[in-house]
């Protein structure tokens, strides 16, 4: 779980980044040419050798490191810093290398476990079900590995890439000596959030995608029915009671599976 703000050369972080791939990186060399339609040799030459990517090539690997915006810029500045032809040219871009590892630093001391997200953060993390799924899964198993949350999850690689990205830069996740953990304890969305109706949605297609897979411990109800007004509404008043019993219970319990609940009680006719 490295960080390209720890690097001041692209190649050490490209290397280190290669050592933390399945079976030691075996054969990423090989897929990192093909992503970018070079050679083997010259990703060689590259890695262990004085040749450097072109500035385009450098651009299309951040895509394939799965690197957010703000960590692909600086890339792409340890790479101008590393093709730089003069004295003066690298020592000016090695001061704006080591102000952006600085200001990233102060960024990563200022996250509290009980800072809210902002706009922007609440924007992404409840634009799809996985943001939620991973921080939770990383609650029961902080050493997850990015290519196991993969396969449990069946997702691709780069979209774990992508949301694990996120999730660090943004203090949601930590990473503590290897061990992954949740950075905000209490993360919610409510109801008066125009983002409530999208996390929502989000999961309740997930339970669709899964409803082909059920095992005996899934529950999926539907029940459209017709009930006397007065049975509707203790229903209604019912369920957040039982709500909150739930989460009376769920607080203090140790994180060991993870699970969604959805529950849906409406009226289904035009009124």
Not at 121 to 136: I, L, R
């Amino acid at each position: 779980m490295i960080s390209v703000f720890e690097f001041k050369s692209y190649k050490e972080f490209l290397r280190e980044w290669i050592r933390g791939r399945p079976k030691n990186g075996r054969g990423e060399s090989r897929r990192i040419a093909a992503r970018l339609g070079l050679s083997t040799t010259l990703i060689s030459q590259v890695l262990n050798g004085d040749k450097h990517f072109t500035a385009e090539a450098a651009s299309d690997l951040c895509e394939y490191l799965g690197l957010s915006e703000k960590e692909a810029d600086q890339f792409l500045l340890l790479v101008d810093h590393a093709r730089a032809g003069s004295h003066g040219l690298r020592s000016r871009l090695m001061r704006k290398i080591e102000k952006a590892q600085a200001d990233a630093k102060k960024l990563s001391e200022r996250m509290e476990d009980d800072r809210s997200l902002t706009d922007a953060e609440a924007a992404v993390y409840y634009s799809h079900w996985v943001y939620t799924g991973v921080t939770h899964l990383i609650a029961c198993e902080p050493r997850l590995s990015y290519e196991q949350m993969s396969e449990r999850l069946q997702l691709p690689m780069h979209m774990i890439t992508r949301v694990m990205n996120f999730l660090l830069n943004s203090g949601l996740i930590v990473n503590r000596g290897g061990s992954l953990e949740m950075g905000l304890k209490h993360i919610h969305v409510g109801a008066e959030s125009p983002l409530v109706a999208k996390h929502h949605l989000n999961w309740r297609l997930r339970a669709f995608d899964r409803m082909p897979h059920s095992r005996d411990n899934d529950l999926f109800l539907t029940a459209p029915m017709s009930l006397s007004r007065e049975v509707a509404d203790r229903i209604r008043a019912d369920l957040p009671s039982y709500i909150e019993k739930i989460v009376k219970w769920v607080g203090p319990s140790p994180s060991e599976v993870v699970r969604c609940l959805n529950i849906d009680w409406f009226d289904y006719e035009k009124s």
